[in-house]
T-cell receptor, first 115, second 115 residues
Framework: KAGVTQTPRYLIKTRGQQVTLSCSPISGHRSVSWYQQTPGQGLQFLFEYFSETQRNKGNFPGRFSGRQFSNSRSEMNVSTLELGDSALYLC??????????????FGNGTRLTVT | AQSVTQPDIHITVSEGASLELRCNYS??????LFWYVQSPGQGLQLLLKYFSGDTLVQGIKGFEAEFKRSQSSFNLRKPSVHWSDAAEYFC?????????????FGTGTRLLVSP
């Protein structure tokens, strides 16, 4: 069974641009959550989706948004990029439970660099 | 506020020696507890989890962890470290205070294995 797939692996963007990251969960998994990983802040929760509905949201500005499609694939979008948005963005899926009480299966992440 | 502490940023262990990585959390009730491992350029992989029951849990790759309620700790152990265990290890704590779900990661401990 294929794991969690994130595309692209690397992105370089300029301040002020916007970016869309994609995540395909493990087949059959309905819950997808997103995390931002930086050396300074560590792993920070962005949001969680289940059956196309946002179930939970972290403390990030409105420039960060996401959605989930009927096939459970998810995208996250960051608008008006800032230098501080440079990070590894990780997507994780779980079978049905919520991120706080279920084993998560992570993708290898998208490395976003904002210049 | 709830928090997760991994007091050791780096740990160096000789190959074949035993390992213990510390994790402490602050939360009144028993949370959901996880240990994840991240190799360079990769996402996180679940090592083990504790939800309830026997406080000593076994995971993959020969790892185990013990939940100690009185100390609010969930330390990870391995009796004999292999060079391939060099990676970063994250403790994560999930809880649901007053209906709001949270999954918080510790700042991680980087394990170096010396020959």
């Amino acid at each position: 069974k294929a794991g969690v797939t994130q595309t692209p692996r690397y992105l370089i963007k300029t301040r002020g641009q916007q970016v869309t990251l994609s995540c395909s969960p493990i087949s059959g998994h309905r819950s997808v959550s997103w995390y931002q990983q930086t050396p300074g802040q560590g792993l920070q929760f962005l949001f969680e989706y289940f059956s196309e509905t946002q179930r939970n949201k972290g403390n990030f500005p409105g420039r960060f948004s996401g959605r989930q499609f009927s096939n459970s694939r998810s995208e996250m979008n960051v608008s008006t990029l800032e230098l501080g948005d440079s990070a590894l963005y990780l997507c994780a899926s779980s079978l049905a439970g919520a991120a706080y009480n279920s084993p998560l299966h992570f993708g290898n992440g998208t490395r976003l660099t904002v210049t | 506020a709830q928090s997760v502490t991994q007091p050791d940023i780096h740990i160096t262990v000789s190959e074949g020696a035993s390992l213990e990585l510390r994790c402490n959390y602050s939360y009144g009730a028993t949370p959901y507890l996880f240990w994840y491992v991240q190799s360079p350029g990769q996402g996180l992989q679940l090592l083990l989890k504790y939800f309830s029951g026997d406080t000593l849990v076994q995971g993959i790759k020969g790892f185990e962890a013990e939940f100690k309620r009185s100390q609010s700790s969930f330390n990870l152990r391995k009796p004999s470290v292999h060079w391939s265990d060099a990676a970063e290890y994250f403790c994560a704590v999930g809880y649901k205070p007053t209906g709001f779900q949270k999954l918080v990661f510790g700042t991680g401990t980087r394990l170096l294995v010396s020959p």
